[in-house]
């Protein structure tokens, strides 16, 4: 019996869906197959609306061999594991004859611990562990998130988080999951049978498609026990967060409140000559935090390094000790010694790793206003460090071995892929050299209509804005772009004071449009209300750049207040800049630009979510039509129909506006 064809294949796929077969989507599907078939690496931006899961999904359930699927937010992995692979499966099973298995797969920290539900959860001023069920005041909002685990642990088939809804508090799932650190293990463990995340494991290993996150395939590649399955093709979606993610995952942090806790939790499981040299190494650095000046640390001071290492030879002490203590009185012992230890550890491993000094790391201290008074009097100081830069990281572990499919609709910077190649470790595309993985870049574009659907409006005459500079002309122009638009404005600014300033002033001047500012709802809230009425508007910051998907006639104009370059004192950022500088390279293009055109083509792509979604995306920043890197920052956008004509974008406004509320009126008709 000869095999389906691609098209065939994927058309089943898109019916079953109840979507239609678009042109770049059938490009991305070709392109995906034959990286595959080649066992290469290829990057795919595909725009808004091409239905690119399906792009990838089907040439790799076609291939046959396991894929893995890391995503980099909540809602497209459940999507995938929801809609999308249950349909594609049940549609291509008669044409392949088979159907194949797929899984979620997340860190432990994920799942429910059962060990700590049932047996509750080591304290750390007191030897036992303390029933937080008990504990916790059952009328309190922690007593009643509580509540609602244990029952719902009885309930759940997963233990997943995030099958959990509504969710709970972040300090209610402390109360009853553990890291990878901290788990007994499932062969010591009472409830090893029953865990959740060793059960997600097991459904991993036999998948053919395993669904996970950014994240764990951070920790799968720079830690040195695999956490995923073998697999033969890795499918990175939402591709432009990958570095940042891995960033993250990489970076370590020292703070006084987790090392006294650590000197809390293993105090009473060592000697005493080993817990009083940790506490006097902790004693020390803590002095040392509270003096400590904000900013990077090219250098580290020489009493900071005496007091970092103390404190990573004390770990190392009661690391060495923790077993050798055994103290019958402890009730679970096991658990309170396993969880002491993840601290000690946490702690003895970032403090080696400063005072050992690589000079491809970045150190920083940060102090940030402290939270709720004395008892939380340390809560903003922490010594912090990162990576330079991970792309050799991701040239060495995620291009080998198996063949690699990143893709979004942001990977063209400037008008090349050559900028997001460089942060992932690769040459320029088709750059030949043995330590240089080879890949190839395709725009498979969008089926939207951007020079018709939309307007890139450039407040040209306005002043260029100061950093922390008061921005009256600023606020001017955008109070007359939304009463032109009658509201229906996402406003996308730099900084969350920069948002704040605009909701108190615009609140004042137009009361008649509601305006919503981030924090002061959940995320979730906030755009459910601002889609709800095309009157209002969304003021906000980063997630909102990035997080907004309202097709329709409530977003019909996306303010960015300015061009977002990381601030100057962006310890990570500017010594990136400086060492490609050093290199003889553009550090502001490199670094700060590119930052900056990711930010920019991502909140531009807020405006058009659907092909009936008309409106301007304005920027109240003159230098995207002044300065020379103005013309690569466009270039990273959607191809908008380009204006400085003020005059023309509120006729336009008001002309969208007003067809807006015709269909408005024909739909309570």
Request: hydrophobic letters at 40%; glycine letters at 8%.
């Amino acid at each position: 019996m000869t095999q389906p064809s691609l098209p065939e294949l994927l058309h089943a796929a898109v019916t079953a869906v109840g979507g239609t077969e678009r042109p770049g989507q059938v490009a991305m599907a070709e392109a995906v197959a034959e990286a595959i078939d080649d066992g290469a690496h290829l990057l795919v931006q595909a725009g808004t609306g091409t239905g690119k899961s399906l792009g990838y999904l089907v040439p790799a359930l076609a291939h046959g061999e396991r894929v893995v699927v890391a995503t980099a937010t909540l809602a497209l992995q459940r999507q995938l594991v929801e809609r999308d692979l249950p349909r594609t499966v049940e549609a291509l099973h008669p044409l392949l004859r088979r159907r194949p298995e797929f899984a979620m797969l997340k860190g432990r920290s994920n799942y429910l611990c059962l060990h700590r539900l049932h047996e509750g959860v080591p304290q750390d001023e007191e030897e036992g562990l303390f029933d937080q069920f008990e504990a916790a005041a059952p009328t309190s909002k922690l007593g009643q998130d509580l509540l609602r685990l244990r029952d719902w642990s009885d309930e759940t088939e997963t233990g997943d988080r995030d099958d959990l809804t509504p969710g709970v508090s972040d300090r209610a799932w402390s109360q009853v999951s553990v890291s990878s650190r901290e788990c007994l293990g499932a062969t010591k463990c009472a409830y090893g049978a029953e865990c959740f995340a060793e059960a997600a494991r097991e459904r991993a290993k036999l998948a053919e498609v395993i669904v996970t996150n950014h994240a764990l395939l951070a920790i799968d590649a720079i830690e040195g026990a695999p956490v995923l399955p073998q697999h033969e093709v890795l499918i990175v979606d939402e591709a432009h967060e990958l570095v940042s993610r891995v960033t993250g995952v990489a970076t370590g942090e020292l703070t006084p409140g987790q090392v006294n806790r650590a000197v809390r939790r293993a105090a009473k499981l060592v000697n005493e000559k080993a817990a009083d040299q940790l506490q006097t190494a902790a004693e020390g650095f803590e002095r040392l935090m509270e003096l400590a000046l904000p900013g990077r640390l090219e250098e580290i001071p020489e009493d900071l390094g005496y007091a970092l290492m103390a404190l990573r030879d004390a770990c190392r002490t009661v690391i060495s000790g923790i077993g050798s203590t055994r103290d019958k009185s402890v009730q679970d012992e096991d658990a309170v010694r396993k969880q002491a230890l993840a601290s000690v550890e946490s702690v003895h491993d970032v403090a080696e790793r400063i005072t050992h000094g690589s000079e491809w790391d970045v150190v920083w201290y940060e102090r940030h206003e402290p939270r709720g008074g004395a008892a939380y009097r340390h809560s903003g100081a922490s010594l912090r460090v990162a990576p330079m830069s991970v792309s050799g990281l991701l040239r060495e572990k995620l291009f080998t071995d198996r063949s690699v499919v990143l893709t979004s609709a942001t990977l063209k910077l400037g008008g090349d892929f050559n900028g997001v190649g460089a942060s992932l470790g690769l040459g320029p595309e088709g750059a030949e050299g043995d330590d240089l993985p080879q890949w190839k870049g395709v725009d498979v574009g969008s089926p939207f209509d951007y020079p018709r659907q939309g307007i890139l409006y450039v407040a040209k005459h306005l002043a260029r804005p100061a950093r922390d500079g008061d921005r009256k002309d600023m606020l001017d122009e955008l109070t007359e772009l939304i009463q032109a638009a009658g509201g229906r404005t996402l406003g996308l600014f730099s900084s969350m004071r920069g948002a704040q300033l605009a909701a108190e002033e615009l609140r004042s001047r137009i009361p008649e449009y509601p305006i919503l500012l981030q924090g002061e709802e959940t995320l979730g809230e906030l755009i459910k209300s601002f889609a709800a009425d095309p009157r209002t508007c969304l003021f906000g910051t980063l997630s909102l750049w990035q997080g907004v998907d309202v097709p329709g006639p409530s977003c019909q104009l996306v303010v960015m207040d300015k061009i977002p370059f990381p601030r100057p004192d962006d310890p990570l950022m500017s010594a990136r800049q400086k060492a490609v500088e050093e290199a003889g390279g553009n550090g502001f293009m490199a670094v700060a630009a590119t930052h900056a055109a990711l930010l920019m083509a991502q909140g531009a792509g807020r405006l058009v979510r659907a092909s009936g979604d008309r409106g301007v995306v304005a920027v109240l920043d003159p230098r995207l039509a002044t300065a020379r890197y103005g013309s690569y920052l466009k270039a990273s956008m959607p191809d908008f129909w380009y204006t400085t004509d003020r005059n023309q974008v509120r006729k336009s406004l008001a002309a969208i506006d007003a067809a807006a509320k015709q269909t408005e009126a024909a739909a309570t008709e």
